[in-house]
Protein backbone atom coordinates (compact mmCIF):
# COMPACT_ATOMS: atom_id res chain seq x y z
CA UNK A 1 0.00 0.00 0.00
CA UNK A 2 2.69 2.38 1.11
CA UNK A 3 4.67 1.82 -2.24
CA UNK A 4 1.14 2.56 -4.43
CA UNK A 5 1.39 5.81 -2.29
CA UNK A 6 4.78 6.62 -3.08
CA UNK A 7 4.23 5.76 -6.85
CA UNK A 8 1.15 8.11 -6.92
CA UNK A 9 2.96 10.46 -5.21
CA UNK A 10 6.42 10.27 -7.87
CA UNK A 11 3.75 10.46 -10.31
CA UNK A 12 1.53 13.24 -9.41
CA UNK A 13 5.44 15.13 -8.97
CA UNK A 14 6.26 14.60 -12.18
CA UNK A 15 2.63 15.59 -13.58
CA UNK A 16 2.86 18.85 -11.58
CA UNK A 17 4.70 20.65 -14.50
CA UNK A 18 2.51 19.59 -17.23
CA UNK A 19 -1.37 20.15 -16.39
CA UNK A 20 -0.97 21.82 -12.51
CA UNK A 21 1.31 24.55 -13.46
CA UNK A 22 0.10 28.09 -13.12
CA UNK A 23 1.50 30.22 -15.93
CA UNK A 24 2.37 33.15 -16.59
CA UNK A 25 2.92 34.69 -20.05
CA UNK A 26 2.65 30.87 -20.97
CA UNK A 27 5.68 30.70 -19.03
CA UNK A 28 5.23 27.80 -16.23
CA UNK A 29 5.04 29.09 -13.00
CA UNK A 30 5.72 26.82 -10.01
CA UNK A 31 2.69 26.51 -7.63
CA UNK A 32 2.96 27.25 -3.87
CA UNK A 33 5.20 30.21 -3.90
CA UNK A 34 4.94 33.64 -2.61
CA UNK A 35 4.36 36.53 -5.23
CA UNK A 36 6.76 39.35 -4.03
CA UNK A 37 5.95 41.57 -7.33
CA UNK A 38 3.61 41.02 -10.00
CA UNK A 39 3.35 43.45 -12.90
CA UNK A 40 1.50 43.57 -16.53
CA UNK A 41 5.46 42.30 -17.87
CA UNK A 42 7.24 40.94 -14.72
CA UNK A 43 6.57 38.37 -12.30
CA UNK A 44 8.96 37.43 -8.83
CA UNK A 45 8.04 35.06 -7.01
CA UNK A 46 9.78 32.91 -3.56
CA UNK A 47 9.68 29.87 -3.02
CA UNK A 48 11.05 27.50 -0.23
CA UNK A 49 12.81 25.36 -2.91
CA UNK A 50 16.41 24.38 -3.47
CA UNK A 51 18.06 25.39 -7.09
CA UNK A 52 18.16 22.13 -7.97
CA UNK A 53 13.98 21.72 -7.19
CA UNK A 54 13.32 24.52 -9.13
CA UNK A 55 15.71 23.72 -12.44
CA UNK A 56 14.32 20.15 -12.59
CA UNK A 57 11.25 21.56 -12.48
CA UNK A 58 11.90 23.86 -15.69
CA UNK A 59 13.62 21.42 -17.39
CA UNK A 60 10.59 18.57 -17.28
CA UNK A 61 7.90 21.74 -18.00
CA UNK A 62 9.64 23.31 -20.93
CA UNK A 63 11.15 19.99 -22.41
CA UNK A 64 8.50 19.93 -25.39
CA UNK A 65 9.12 24.18 -25.82
CA UNK A 66 11.25 24.49 -28.89
CA UNK A 67 14.02 27.17 -28.49
CA UNK A 68 14.89 27.46 -25.19
CA UNK A 69 18.09 27.82 -23.91
CA UNK A 70 19.43 27.36 -20.57
CA UNK A 71 22.37 29.10 -20.00
CA UNK A 72 24.29 28.88 -16.65
CA UNK A 73 25.60 32.16 -15.33
CA UNK A 74 28.16 32.17 -12.85
CA UNK A 75 25.67 33.35 -10.00
CA UNK A 76 22.01 32.68 -11.66
CA UNK A 77 20.59 30.55 -14.03
CA UNK A 78 18.68 32.22 -17.22
CA UNK A 79 16.80 30.60 -19.59
CA UNK A 80 15.83 32.09 -22.51
CA UNK A 81 13.05 31.66 -25.16
CA UNK A 82 14.12 32.32 -28.87
CA UNK A 83 10.90 31.78 -29.96
CA UNK A 84 7.64 33.25 -30.21
CA UNK A 85 6.56 32.59 -26.71
CA UNK A 86 5.47 35.50 -24.82
CA UNK A 87 7.85 35.62 -22.15
CA UNK A 88 11.30 36.18 -22.87
CA UNK A 89 13.44 34.91 -19.49
CA UNK A 90 12.78 33.13 -16.30
CA UNK A 91 15.81 33.74 -14.26
CA UNK A 92 16.65 32.24 -10.48
CA UNK A 93 19.90 32.81 -8.61
CA UNK A 94 21.90 29.70 -7.47
CA UNK A 95 22.67 30.11 -4.16
CA UNK A 96 19.95 30.89 -2.52
CA UNK A 97 20.36 30.54 1.85
CA UNK A 98 16.60 32.43 1.91
CA UNK A 99 14.29 30.90 -0.39
CA UNK A 100 14.50 31.37 -4.24
CA UNK A 101 13.47 34.27 -5.85
CA UNK A 102 12.23 32.91 -9.54
CA UNK A 103 11.74 36.17 -12.11
CA UNK A 104 10.08 36.06 -15.44
CA UNK A 105 10.01 38.91 -17.83
CA UNK A 106 8.06 39.59 -20.78
CA UNK A 107 9.52 39.37 -24.51
CA UNK A 108 10.21 42.97 -24.83
CA UNK A 109 11.62 45.25 -27.52
CA UNK A 110 14.68 46.49 -25.76
CA UNK A 111 16.27 43.48 -25.06
CA UNK A 112 15.70 43.06 -28.89
CA UNK A 113 16.86 46.25 -30.30
CA UNK A 114 19.67 46.20 -27.55
CA UNK A 115 20.96 43.49 -28.69
CA UNK A 116 21.25 44.31 -32.07
CA UNK A 117 22.68 47.90 -31.53
CA UNK A 118 25.18 45.91 -29.31
CA UNK A 119 26.19 43.21 -31.80
CA UNK A 120 26.15 46.16 -34.77
CA UNK A 121 28.91 47.93 -32.93
CA UNK A 122 30.45 44.69 -32.28
CA UNK A 123 30.99 44.36 -36.16
CA UNK A 124 32.70 47.50 -35.87
CA UNK A 125 34.82 46.81 -33.08
CA UNK A 126 36.14 43.25 -34.92
CA UNK A 127 37.14 45.30 -37.94
CA UNK A 128 38.55 48.13 -36.18
CA UNK A 129 40.46 45.42 -34.24
CA UNK A 130 41.36 43.79 -37.47
CA UNK A 131 42.47 47.48 -39.03
CA UNK A 132 44.66 47.93 -35.76
CA UNK A 133 46.32 44.52 -36.29
CA UNK A 134 46.63 45.43 -40.05
CA UNK A 135 48.42 49.05 -39.57
CA UNK A 136 50.48 47.44 -36.81
CA UNK A 137 51.69 44.64 -38.88
CA UNK A 138 51.82 46.60 -42.09
CA UNK A 139 54.06 49.17 -40.20
CA UNK A 140 56.55 46.60 -38.43
CA UNK A 141 57.03 44.90 -41.83
CA UNK A 142 57.74 47.87 -43.91
CA UNK A 143 60.15 48.50 -41.11
CA UNK A 144 61.70 45.69 -41.70
CA UNK A 145 62.08 45.23 -45.14
CA UNK A 146 63.33 48.72 -45.17
CA UNK A 147 66.60 48.41 -46.95
CA UNK A 148 69.10 50.96 -46.50
CA UNK A 149 70.22 52.97 -49.61
CA UNK A 150 73.66 51.85 -51.34
CA UNK A 151 75.06 55.25 -51.81
CA UNK A 152 76.51 54.82 -55.21
CA UNK A 153 80.35 55.93 -55.25
CA UNK A 154 81.72 58.86 -56.17
CA UNK A 155 82.31 59.55 -60.07
CA UNK A 156 86.09 60.40 -60.72
CA UNK A 157 88.12 61.55 -58.12
CA UNK B 1 -5.64 -14.05 -66.19
CA UNK B 2 -9.23 -12.26 -66.35
CA UNK B 3 -9.92 -8.64 -67.31
CA UNK B 4 -10.25 -7.62 -63.73
CA UNK B 5 -6.75 -9.07 -62.95
CA UNK B 6 -5.28 -6.70 -65.65
CA UNK B 7 -7.00 -3.93 -64.66
CA UNK B 8 -5.43 -4.60 -61.63
CA UNK B 9 -1.98 -4.72 -62.68
CA UNK B 10 -2.64 -2.03 -64.95
CA UNK B 11 -3.84 0.45 -61.56
CA UNK B 12 -0.80 -1.11 -59.78
CA UNK B 13 1.89 -0.12 -62.41
CA UNK B 14 -0.27 3.40 -62.67
CA UNK B 15 0.16 3.58 -58.88
CA UNK B 16 4.01 3.11 -59.28
CA UNK B 17 4.25 6.40 -61.78
CA UNK B 18 3.56 10.20 -60.63
CA UNK B 19 0.35 10.66 -62.67
CA UNK B 20 -1.77 9.54 -59.34
CA UNK B 21 0.54 11.27 -57.01
CA UNK B 22 0.40 15.17 -58.54
CA UNK B 23 -0.45 17.92 -56.51
CA UNK B 24 -1.17 21.42 -57.58
CA UNK B 25 1.72 23.06 -55.98
CA UNK B 26 4.26 20.78 -58.32
CA UNK B 27 3.45 22.51 -61.46
CA UNK B 28 3.86 25.65 -59.23
CA UNK B 29 7.54 24.36 -58.17
CA UNK B 30 8.52 23.71 -62.19
CA UNK B 31 7.66 26.75 -62.89
CA UNK B 32 9.77 28.19 -60.21
CA UNK B 33 12.99 26.01 -61.19
CA UNK B 34 12.31 27.29 -64.95
CA UNK B 35 12.47 30.88 -64.13
CA UNK B 36 15.80 30.27 -61.98
CA UNK B 37 16.72 28.20 -65.46
CA UNK B 38 16.14 31.21 -67.74
CA UNK B 39 17.42 33.91 -65.91
CA UNK B 40 20.92 31.53 -65.47
CA UNK B 41 20.85 30.55 -69.03
CA UNK B 42 19.31 33.60 -71.08
CA UNK B 43 20.08 36.33 -68.74
CA UNK B 44 23.44 35.22 -67.20
CA UNK B 45 22.29 36.05 -63.89
CA UNK B 46 24.81 34.32 -61.20
CA UNK B 47 24.34 31.10 -63.54
CA UNK B 48 27.17 28.69 -61.62
CA UNK B 49 24.59 28.86 -59.04
CA UNK B 50 21.33 29.65 -60.60
CA UNK B 51 21.43 26.63 -62.70
CA UNK B 52 21.67 23.66 -60.51
CA UNK B 53 19.29 25.41 -57.81
CA UNK B 54 16.62 25.98 -60.74
CA UNK B 55 16.75 22.44 -61.84
CA UNK B 56 17.33 20.61 -58.29
CA UNK B 57 14.03 22.61 -57.87
CA UNK B 58 12.40 21.30 -61.11
CA UNK B 59 13.67 17.41 -59.90
CA UNK B 60 12.58 17.23 -56.63
CA UNK B 61 8.82 18.44 -57.31
CA UNK B 62 7.99 15.45 -59.02
CA UNK B 63 6.34 12.72 -57.15
CA UNK B 64 7.54 9.29 -56.45
CA UNK B 65 11.34 10.68 -56.91
CA UNK B 66 13.97 9.08 -54.61
CA UNK B 67 15.83 12.09 -54.23
CA UNK B 68 15.49 13.84 -51.43
CA UNK B 69 14.25 11.32 -48.28
CA UNK B 70 15.73 8.37 -46.69
CA UNK B 71 14.91 4.97 -47.58
CA UNK B 72 16.01 1.86 -45.26
CA UNK B 73 18.22 4.13 -43.63
CA UNK B 74 20.05 5.72 -46.75
CA UNK B 75 19.98 8.95 -48.08
CA UNK B 76 18.50 9.26 -51.34
CA UNK B 77 21.40 10.81 -53.90
CA UNK B 78 20.34 14.63 -53.01
CA UNK B 79 19.37 13.97 -49.70
CA UNK B 80 22.87 13.02 -49.33
CA UNK B 81 24.20 15.67 -50.98
CA UNK B 82 22.47 18.20 -48.75
CA UNK B 83 22.99 15.52 -45.10
CA UNK B 84 26.49 14.97 -45.64
CA UNK B 85 27.25 18.80 -47.58
CA UNK B 86 24.63 21.66 -46.06
CA UNK B 87 24.04 19.77 -42.58
CA UNK B 88 27.50 19.10 -41.84
CA UNK B 89 28.07 22.45 -42.91
CA UNK B 90 31.02 21.19 -44.90
CA UNK B 91 30.31 22.99 -48.64
CA UNK B 92 30.33 26.30 -47.36
CA UNK B 93 33.43 26.36 -45.94
CA UNK B 94 35.08 24.39 -48.73
CA UNK B 95 33.47 26.96 -51.04
CA UNK B 96 35.04 30.06 -48.92
CA UNK B 97 38.70 27.60 -48.97
CA UNK B 98 38.39 28.39 -52.60
CA UNK B 99 37.41 31.76 -52.46
CA UNK B 100 40.47 32.59 -50.78
CA UNK B 101 42.51 31.02 -52.97
CA UNK B 102 40.88 33.56 -55.85
CA UNK B 103 40.97 36.30 -54.06
CA UNK B 104 43.80 39.22 -53.98
CA UNK B 105 43.12 41.25 -50.54
CA UNK B 106 46.09 43.71 -51.76
CA UNK B 107 43.55 46.52 -52.27
CA UNK B 108 42.10 45.89 -48.86
CA UNK B 109 46.21 45.83 -47.61
CA UNK B 110 47.05 48.85 -49.19
CA UNK B 111 44.02 51.26 -48.04
CA UNK B 112 43.23 49.19 -44.46
CA UNK B 113 40.69 51.81 -43.66
CA UNK B 114 38.16 49.90 -46.12
CA UNK B 115 37.40 47.61 -43.34
CA UNK B 116 35.20 50.20 -41.72
CA UNK B 117 33.11 50.18 -44.92
CA UNK B 118 32.27 46.79 -44.90
CA UNK B 119 31.16 46.81 -41.44
CA UNK B 120 28.80 49.65 -41.88
CA UNK B 121 27.51 48.28 -44.71
CA UNK B 122 25.96 45.72 -42.95
CA UNK B 123 23.22 47.92 -41.38
CA UNK B 124 20.56 46.57 -43.35
CA UNK B 125 21.46 43.23 -41.71
CA UNK B 126 20.52 44.47 -38.40
CA UNK B 127 17.45 46.88 -39.43
CA UNK B 128 16.17 43.61 -41.41
CA UNK B 129 16.33 41.52 -38.19
CA UNK B 130 13.81 44.11 -36.58
CA UNK B 131 11.22 43.95 -39.47
CA UNK B 132 11.69 40.18 -39.90
CA UNK B 133 10.52 39.63 -36.52
CA UNK B 134 7.71 41.97 -36.84
CA UNK B 135 7.07 40.17 -39.91
CA UNK B 136 6.10 37.21 -37.72
CA UNK B 137 9.59 35.17 -37.87
CA UNK B 138 11.20 33.95 -34.60
CA UNK B 139 14.67 35.50 -33.67
CA UNK B 140 16.68 32.64 -35.22
CA UNK B 141 14.81 32.85 -38.46
CA UNK B 142 15.19 36.90 -38.35
CA UNK B 143 19.10 36.17 -38.08
CA UNK B 144 18.89 34.23 -41.03
CA UNK B 145 17.06 36.27 -43.55
CA UNK B 146 19.12 39.56 -42.16
CA UNK B 147 21.98 38.08 -42.96
CA UNK B 148 20.88 37.76 -46.98
CA UNK B 149 21.75 41.51 -46.86
CA UNK B 150 25.35 40.90 -46.30
CA UNK B 151 25.03 39.70 -50.22
CA UNK B 152 27.13 36.47 -49.48
CA UNK B 153 26.05 33.20 -50.56
CA UNK B 154 28.20 30.76 -48.63
CA UNK B 155 28.25 33.05 -45.03
CA UNK B 156 24.09 33.16 -45.57
CA UNK B 157 23.53 29.09 -46.28
CA UNK B 158 26.25 28.80 -43.24
CA UNK B 159 24.19 30.74 -40.90
CA UNK B 160 21.07 29.48 -41.87
CA UNK B 161 21.68 25.80 -41.53
CA UNK B 162 22.69 26.75 -37.96
CA UNK B 163 19.76 28.38 -36.96
CA UNK B 164 16.74 28.24 -39.29
CA UNK B 165 17.53 25.10 -42.16
CA UNK B 166 13.65 25.29 -43.05
CA UNK B 167 14.42 28.64 -44.41
CA UNK B 168 17.59 27.33 -46.28
CA UNK B 169 16.38 27.08 -49.99
CA UNK B 170 14.29 30.55 -49.61
CA UNK B 171 17.34 32.26 -48.10
CA UNK B 172 19.75 30.80 -50.49
CA UNK B 173 17.55 31.82 -53.19
CA UNK B 174 16.98 35.55 -52.27
CA UNK B 175 20.87 35.68 -51.31
CA UNK B 176 22.41 34.80 -55.09
CA UNK B 177 19.21 36.34 -57.01
CA UNK B 178 20.00 39.35 -55.56
CA UNK B 179 23.31 39.62 -55.53
CA UNK B 180 22.82 39.04 -59.81
CA UNK B 181 21.04 42.31 -59.12
CA UNK B 182 23.43 44.39 -57.68
CA UNK B 183 23.59 46.93 -60.98
CA UNK B 184 19.84 46.89 -60.44
CA UNK B 185 19.77 47.58 -56.76
CA UNK B 186 22.70 49.73 -56.14
CA UNK B 187 22.92 52.60 -58.50
CA UNK B 188 19.89 54.24 -57.66
CA UNK B 189 20.37 54.39 -53.98
CA UNK B 190 23.88 55.32 -54.54
CA UNK B 191 22.67 58.16 -56.55
CA UNK B 192 20.01 59.24 -54.14
CA UNK B 193 22.66 59.33 -51.09
CA UNK B 194 25.17 61.66 -53.25
CA UNK B 195 25.97 64.61 -54.82
CA UNK B 196 27.81 64.89 -57.98
CA UNK B 197 30.99 66.77 -56.02
CA UNK B 198 31.19 63.46 -54.24
CA UNK B 199 30.72 61.38 -57.21
CA UNK B 200 33.76 62.64 -58.63
CA UNK B 201 35.83 62.45 -55.72
CA UNK B 202 39.68 61.02 -57.36
CA UNK B 203 41.24 58.77 -54.55
CA UNK B 204 45.12 58.20 -54.34
CA UNK B 205 46.51 54.98 -56.46
CA UNK B 206 46.82 52.12 -54.00
CA UNK B 207 50.80 51.48 -52.97
CA UNK B 208 52.05 48.45 -53.59
CA UNK B 209 51.29 45.86 -51.18
CA UNK B 210 54.34 43.19 -50.80
CA UNK B 211 54.50 39.66 -50.91
CA UNK B 212 55.32 39.33 -47.48
CA UNK B 213 52.47 41.70 -46.36
CA UNK B 214 50.22 39.27 -48.37
CA UNK B 215 51.17 36.10 -46.32
CA UNK B 216 51.07 37.52 -42.94
CA UNK B 217 47.41 39.43 -44.08
CA UNK B 218 45.93 35.62 -43.77
CA UNK B 219 47.43 34.88 -40.47
CA UNK B 220 46.45 38.00 -38.83
CA UNK B 221 43.17 37.86 -39.70
CA UNK B 222 42.29 34.08 -39.05
CA UNK B 223 44.27 35.43 -35.56
CA UNK B 224 41.74 38.15 -34.89
CA UNK B 225 38.13 36.37 -36.13
CA UNK B 226 39.34 33.46 -34.15
CA UNK B 227 40.17 35.46 -30.85
CA UNK B 228 36.82 37.95 -31.44
CA UNK B 229 34.04 35.43 -33.05
CA UNK B 230 35.32 32.27 -33.08
CA UNK B 231 31.74 30.59 -34.17
CA UNK B 232 32.72 31.70 -37.81
CA UNK B 233 36.18 30.29 -37.86
CA UNK B 234 35.02 27.27 -40.24
CA UNK B 235 34.21 29.88 -42.50
CA UNK B 236 37.22 32.23 -41.98
CA UNK B 237 39.37 29.78 -41.53
CA UNK B 238 39.41 27.90 -44.95
CA UNK B 239 38.93 31.69 -46.52
CA UNK B 240 41.94 32.54 -45.10
CA UNK B 241 43.71 28.79 -45.93
CA UNK B 242 43.01 29.14 -49.51
CA UNK B 243 44.44 32.54 -49.57
CA UNK B 244 47.75 31.52 -47.83
CA UNK B 245 48.01 28.97 -50.50
CA UNK B 246 47.64 31.48 -53.29
CA UNK B 247 49.66 34.02 -51.80
CA UNK B 248 52.83 31.56 -50.49
CA UNK B 249 53.20 30.73 -54.35
CA UNK B 250 54.37 27.23 -52.51
CA UNK B 251 51.40 25.02 -53.14
CA UNK B 252 50.77 26.21 -56.35
CA UNK B 253 49.30 22.29 -57.55
CA UNK B 254 46.83 22.82 -54.50
CA UNK B 255 46.10 26.63 -55.42
CA UNK B 256 45.03 25.89 -58.88
CA UNK B 257 42.98 22.59 -57.67
CA UNK B 258 40.72 25.14 -54.87
CA UNK B 259 39.91 28.03 -57.18
CA UNK B 260 39.26 25.52 -60.24
CA UNK B 261 38.38 21.98 -59.71
CA UNK B 262 37.21 21.75 -56.39
CA UNK B 263 35.73 24.79 -56.19
CA UNK B 264 33.54 23.44 -59.28
CA UNK B 265 32.65 20.25 -57.84
CA UNK B 266 31.42 21.75 -54.36
CA UNK B 267 29.26 24.40 -56.24
CA UNK B 268 27.23 22.04 -58.37
CA UNK B 269 26.67 20.19 -55.26
CA UNK B 270 25.26 22.66 -52.66
CA UNK B 271 22.86 24.57 -56.38
CA UNK B 272 21.32 21.06 -56.51
CA UNK B 273 21.03 20.21 -53.05
CA UNK B 274 20.21 23.93 -52.13
CA UNK B 275 17.60 23.10 -55.04
CA UNK B 276 16.69 20.26 -53.58
CA UNK B 277 15.42 21.64 -50.53
CA UNK B 278 12.67 23.59 -52.17
CA UNK B 279 9.74 21.49 -52.43
CA UNK B 280 6.09 22.36 -53.00
CA UNK B 281 4.85 21.67 -49.06
CA UNK B 282 8.35 23.87 -47.82
CA UNK B 283 8.24 26.56 -50.32
CA UNK B 284 4.51 27.84 -51.15
CA UNK B 285 3.78 29.77 -48.18
CA UNK B 286 3.73 33.41 -46.94
CA UNK B 287 7.24 33.04 -45.49
CA UNK B 288 9.63 32.71 -48.51
CA UNK B 289 7.72 35.62 -50.11
CA UNK B 290 8.23 37.88 -47.73
CA UNK B 291 11.92 36.56 -47.16
CA UNK B 292 12.24 37.61 -50.88
CA UNK B 293 10.98 41.11 -50.06
CA UNK B 294 12.68 41.69 -46.59
CA UNK B 295 15.57 40.41 -48.79
CA UNK B 296 15.40 43.36 -50.99
CA UNK B 297 15.08 45.97 -47.74
CA UNK B 298 18.03 44.18 -46.63
CA UNK B 299 20.22 44.79 -49.54
CA UNK B 300 18.84 48.42 -49.61
CA UNK B 301 19.47 49.53 -46.58
CA UNK B 302 23.00 47.61 -46.50
CA UNK B 303 24.16 49.73 -49.79
CA UNK B 304 22.69 52.78 -47.36
CA UNK B 305 25.01 51.59 -44.95
CA UNK B 306 28.22 51.26 -46.64
CA UNK B 307 27.51 54.61 -48.32
CA UNK B 308 26.69 56.40 -45.29
CA UNK B 309 30.14 55.58 -43.29
CA UNK B 310 32.31 56.66 -46.34
CA UNK B 311 30.75 59.89 -45.42
CA UNK B 312 31.49 60.08 -41.98
CA UNK B 313 34.72 58.78 -42.39
CA UNK B 314 35.03 61.54 -45.33
CA UNK B 315 34.26 64.09 -42.31
CA UNK B 316 37.38 63.20 -40.49
CA UNK B 317 39.41 61.87 -43.36
CA UNK B 318 42.09 64.68 -44.87
CA UNK B 319 42.57 62.50 -48.32
CA UNK B 320 38.54 62.04 -49.55
CA UNK B 321 37.45 58.65 -50.08
CA UNK B 322 34.93 59.00 -52.89
CA UNK B 323 31.42 57.28 -51.44
CA UNK B 324 30.59 55.27 -54.63
CA UNK B 325 32.93 52.57 -53.25
CA UNK B 326 30.70 52.67 -50.06
CA UNK B 327 28.46 50.50 -52.12
CA UNK B 328 30.73 47.51 -52.16
CA UNK B 329 30.81 46.91 -48.80
CA UNK B 330 28.01 44.53 -49.30
CA UNK B 331 29.93 41.98 -50.14
CA UNK B 332 28.96 40.32 -53.55
CA UNK B 333 32.27 39.83 -54.63
CA UNK B 334 33.19 41.67 -57.51
CA UNK B 335 30.03 42.38 -58.43
CA UNK B 336 29.36 45.63 -56.25
CA UNK B 337 32.99 46.57 -56.80
CA UNK B 338 32.35 46.68 -60.86
CA UNK B 339 29.24 48.75 -59.90
CA UNK B 340 30.72 51.33 -58.15
CA UNK B 341 33.86 51.52 -60.78
CA UNK B 342 30.73 52.05 -63.53
CA UNK B 343 28.95 54.84 -61.70
CA UNK B 344 32.30 56.32 -61.10
CA UNK B 345 32.85 56.41 -65.25
CA UNK B 346 29.89 57.20 -65.55
CA UNK B 347 30.41 61.21 -63.82
CA UNK B 348 34.11 61.03 -64.86
CA UNK B 349 35.52 59.15 -67.27
CA UNK B 350 38.89 59.59 -66.38
CA UNK B 351 38.26 58.02 -62.54
CA UNK B 352 39.14 54.45 -61.81
CA UNK B 353 37.69 53.26 -59.10
CA UNK B 354 37.68 49.06 -59.05
CA UNK B 355 40.75 49.03 -57.12
CA UNK B 356 39.47 50.91 -54.41
CA UNK B 357 36.07 49.07 -54.37
CA UNK B 358 37.53 46.04 -54.18
CA UNK B 359 38.75 46.90 -50.51
CA UNK B 360 35.40 47.56 -49.01
CA UNK B 361 34.09 44.82 -51.03
CA UNK B 362 36.79 42.44 -49.35
CA UNK B 363 36.06 43.86 -46.27
CA UNK B 364 32.20 43.15 -46.39
CA UNK B 365 33.29 39.45 -46.43
CA UNK B 366 34.92 39.86 -43.48
CA UNK B 367 32.49 41.74 -42.18
CA UNK B 368 29.17 39.79 -42.61
CA UNK B 369 30.93 36.63 -41.58
CA UNK B 370 31.55 38.34 -38.36
CA UNK B 371 27.42 39.58 -38.19
CA UNK B 372 27.23 35.81 -38.97
CA UNK B 373 29.31 34.95 -35.89
CA UNK B 374 27.58 37.61 -33.49
CA UNK B 375 23.98 35.73 -34.61
CA UNK B 376 26.04 32.15 -33.96
CA UNK B 377 27.17 33.82 -30.47
CA UNK B 378 23.47 34.98 -29.79
CA UNK B 379 21.81 32.36 -29.91
CA UNK B 380 24.29 29.32 -28.90
Redesign the interface.
Known amino acids: MNRLLALVIIFLFFLVPVVGAEEFLQAPVIPGGKVINKTDDRLEVHYNLSHKEVIEFYREALKDTKDIKFRERKDETYIEDDGRLPWHSITFPKKCPDGIVVTIVKDNWTWILGTLFLRFIGVFVVLLILYLAMVTSGAITTMLLARPVKKSPPIGR | MTMNEILDMLYGILHTTGFLNMSWKMPVMWSIGCLFLYLAITKNFEPLLLLPIGFGIFLVNFPLVPLMGWSHDQPHLLEAFYHYGLEWEIIPCVIFLGLGAMTDFGPL?AN??T??V???A??G??VT??GT?LA?F???EAASVGIIGGADGPTTIYLTQHLAPQLLGANALAAYSYMAMVPLIQPPIVKWLTNSKERTIRMKQLRQV?R??KI??PL??A???AL??PSVMPLMGMFMLGNLMKESGAVARLTETAQGALMNVVTIFLGVSVGATMTGDKFLSWKPLLIFSLGLLDFAVCTIGGVLTVKIMNLFLKEKINPLIGSAGVSAVPMAARVSQMMGQKYDKGNFLLMHAMGPNL?GV??SA??A???IA??D
Open positions: IPKLLGAGQLVFFTIGTLKSTELYITSVILVAIGAAGMFMF
